[in-house]
T-cell receptor
Framework: KAGVTQTPRYLIKTRGQQVTLSCSPISGHRSVSWYQQTPGQGLQFLFEYFSETQRNKGNFPGRFSGRQFSNSRSEMNVSTLELGDSALYLC????????????FGSGTRLTVV | AQSVAQPEDQVNVAEGNPLTVKCTYSVSGNPYLFWYVQYPNRGLQFLLKYITGDNLVKGSYGFEAEFNKSQTSFHLKKPSALVSDSALYFCAVSSPSGNTPLVFGKGTRLSVIA
């Protein structure tokens, strides 16, 4: 079966712009989580969606937002981009919850200039 | 709240030698523990998972992990390292309910030298 698909793979944006990243989970998976990965901070949890509802939220500013659609596909949006937002953004899908384990997408590499 | 510690940023091992990547955890209740591997510019790939039962868990690519409840550890092991095992390894823990996100360690970079 198809894995977790993230688009786009690479993105270059200018400070102050906004960006939308997309994630299509494995068919049948209802939970989608987003993580930000940077060399200095490791993997930091952004948010988790389950059945179109935000179930958990990490400690990120309100510029970071997300949503999940009825087909479980998810998007995350970052507004007013800052240089420090440059990172690999990873989407992970799970059947129901974290204790089932995650399947990760390949990530979107965002560079803010 | 759960937490994971990977005490080594970097582990170097010669090809053919056994390898160990260390992980300790903290969680209320019985833990769900995971190991993932990441290759450059890729997402994380699942290696193995511990839920309950046998303390030695076997996973992908010849890796295994040993669960030790008294030491709250879940070390990743492989009897004979390959150069292709060189990558970034993450340990993660989930609460028994699973209603909080997976918490990851900071990662350990494994270098296998030919």
């Amino acid at each position: 079966k198809a894995g977790v698909t993230q688009t786009p793979r690479y993105l270059i944006k200018t400070r102050g712009q906004q960006v939308t990243l997309s994630c299509s989970p494995i068919s049948g998976h209802r939970s989608v989580s987003w993580y930000q990965q940077t060399p200095g901070q490791g993997l930091q949890f952004l948010f988790e969606y389950f059945s179109e509802t935000q179930r958990n939220k990490g400690n990120f500013p309100g510029r970071f937002s997300g949503r999940q659609f009825s087909n479980s596909r998810s998007e995350m949006n970052v507004s007013t981009l800052e240089l420090g937002d440059s990172a690999l953004y990873l989407c992970a899908s799970s059947l129901e919850a974290a204790n089932y384990g995650y399947t990760f997408g390949s990530g979107t590499r965002l560079t803010v200039v | 709240a759960q937490s994971v510690a990977q005490p080594e940023d970097q582990v170097n091992v010669a090809e053919g030698n056994p390898l160990t990547v260390k992980c300790t955890y903290s969680v209320s209740g019985n833990p769900y523990l995971f190991w993932y591997v990441q290759y450059p510019n890729r997402g994380l790939q699942f290696l193995l998972k511990y839920i309950t039962g046998d303390n030695l868990v076997k996973g992908s690519y010849g890796f295994e992990a040993e669960f030790n409840k008294s030491q709250t550890s879940f070390h990743l092991k492989k009897p004979s390292a390959l150069v292709s095992d060189s990558a970034l390894y993450f340990c993660a823990v989930s609460s028994p309910s699973g209603n909080t996100p997976l918490v990851f360690g900071k990662g350990t970079r494994l270098s296998v030298i030919a």
